[in-house]
């Protein structure tokens, strides 16, 4: 059995990188901890949710490089990664993380602005004088 298990997990324009190895359950993110790179409690409680799902909190240590994205975008794309390498850890995982929806990569993504148009939905106001 590997001492390391790798994953990606991705939300929108975010990627993680993620390394999971048996420990005590720290999170460190881009060479920080988790509360000093996301900022005190800004959602950290997604980053616990394939833990506890899976019941193996704190025995695992989670070493992830965040790129791309917002801090909104980079929380959910962690928690796709972590849950991706817990299941390169151990395949029986995999009905209990894809039943609570952590395995899906959540598709949606930025529209392209349109040419002629404001933006990708908003017109120019039509004055017909």
């Known amino acids: 059995m590997a001492d390391r298990f790798y994953a990606t997990g991705k939300r929108k324009k975010a990627v993680a990188r993620v390394w999971i190895t048996p420990g005590s359950g720290k999170v460190q993110v881009n060479k920080m901890s988790a509360e000093d790179y996301f900022g005190g409690t800004f959602q950290t409680h997604k980053l616990v949710k394939p833990f506890e799902v899976t019941d193996t909190t704190e025995q695992f240590d989670v070493m992830a490089t965040l790129t791309g994205g917002g801090k ?3 929380v959910d794309a962690l ?3 972590i849950s991706r390498a817990l299941l390169e850890a151990d395949a029986e995982l995999r ?3 894809k039943r609570s ?3 899906t990569r ?3 993504n930025k529209e392209r602005k349109k040419y002629g148009q404001k933006g990708a939905r908003a017109k120019f106001q039509f004055s017909k004088r």
């Open 95 to 97: 009905i209990p993380l």
């Open 101 to 103: 929806g952590l395995l």
């Open 79 to 81: 928690t796709h990664g």
């Open 106 to 108: 959540d598709p949606r």
């Open 72 to 74: 909104s975008a980079q």
